[in-house]
């Protein structure tokens, strides 16, 4: 199946129909605020678990507006996700490659399906206007959609190589590490996290999944789409709460095999140092950036 961008926006204009595309999205935005002020759970070993303790997360656009209440994830709840992957694992990677990808691409359908309703979450916890926010979520699916078309033209990353001698077979195989750490940031709240989840599962590790605690509910909601794109328990495990905390114990737990983050420069140096301590382990680090933006008191946010 060739790859080819979502592009949502342009298609819509090159259609004539822009008028329907902000029909979409006004009509997205209304059931995204009937869902305001819920108690959303973590996700461990294909369990939903509410904690006692919370915390209240606030829009950046209107901080009187309450978006949901959120697990503050403990050190044991991060071991018990840690362990939850690890225990999916072995029969995760076992999984023909056919079988992720096809796992996948029915993910990258849902969140297509979907795309308003994440689109209009983006807007209420990332600030971004309707342009943007629809552009960050057709680069998840986009993300999904390649890497599917990566993992298929390769045929799993599992080649046949020149021999050495007449009798010998050679074969390139790429294998999964194991648990991987995914600390994922909040300028692309939908991109960059489905991103990073999404290259982890399909090579046949299994995930810990910490959203940016200034915008966790669209974690939650990816969570959601891969559950129902048929995704086994326990191969996506979700944490929230304080980065600082939970980071520390992604990166010093021995069981964790690799870690991708987005972040500082600052965290991302010393995350770096602590988690190859004791031995070489791969980590994916994209830091550092400044990207700002100033919203007069004359603005119109409704209208933005």
């Known amino acids: 199946m060739p790859f080819e961008n979502e592009h949502t926006l342009q298609k819509f204009i090159a259609s004539k129909e822009e008028e329907s595309f902000h029909d979409q999205y006004e009509q997205a935005i209304r059931d995204v605020k009937s869902e305001f002020g819920k108690q959303y759970p973590l996700i461990i070993g294909g369990t939903k678990i509410k904690t006692d303790s919370t915390f209240t997360h606030l829009s950046p656009i209107d901080t009187r507006i309450v978006l949901g209440y959120l697990p503050r994830s403990s050190v044991e709840d991060t071991r018990n996700a840690i362990n939850a992957a690890r225990d999916s694992f072995d029969w995760w990677r076992k999984h023909n490659y056919k079988k992720r990808i096809e796992i996948c691409r029915a993910g990258a359908n849902v969140l297509s399906r979907r795309k308003f309703e994440l689109a209009a979450w983006l807007s209420y916890e990332n600030g971004k206007n309707r342009y943007e926010a629809i ?7 986009d993300f999904i959609r390649y890497y599917c078309e990566c993992m298929e033209t390769n045929e799993g990353f599992s080649t046949l190589t020149r021999s050495a ?12 590490y194991g648990v991987w750490g995914v600390i994922a940031p909040f300028n692309f709240p939908a991109a960059i996290l489905i991103g990073m989840s999404t290259g982890a599962l399909i090579t046949g590790n299994t995930i810990v999944l910490k959203p940016a605690s200034d915008a966790p509910i669209i974690g939650y909601k990816f969570a959601e ?3 129902e794109a048929g995704l086994p328990n326990g191969v ?3 944490i929230t709460g304080p980065g600082a905390q939970l980071g520390q114990e992604i990166v010093g737990n021995e069981h964790v095999a690799g870690i991708v983050f987005t972040g500082s420069k600052k965290v991302g140096y010393e995350m770096i140092r602590r ?3 004791t031995k070489p382990r791969p980590i ?8 700002p933006a100033i919203v007069t008191e004359s603005a119109d946010l409704d209208e933005a």
């Open 135 to 141: 552009g960050d979520v057709d680069e998840a699916i």
């Open 165 to 176: 001698y007449p009798a010998e077979t050679s074969r390139s195989v790429m294998k999964p």
């Open 225 to 227: 789409v891969m559950e």
């Open 236 to 238: 996506l495990n979700l």
């Open 275 to 277: 988690f190859n301590k």
């Open 284 to 291: 994916i680090a994209e830091l550092g950036g400044k990207n």
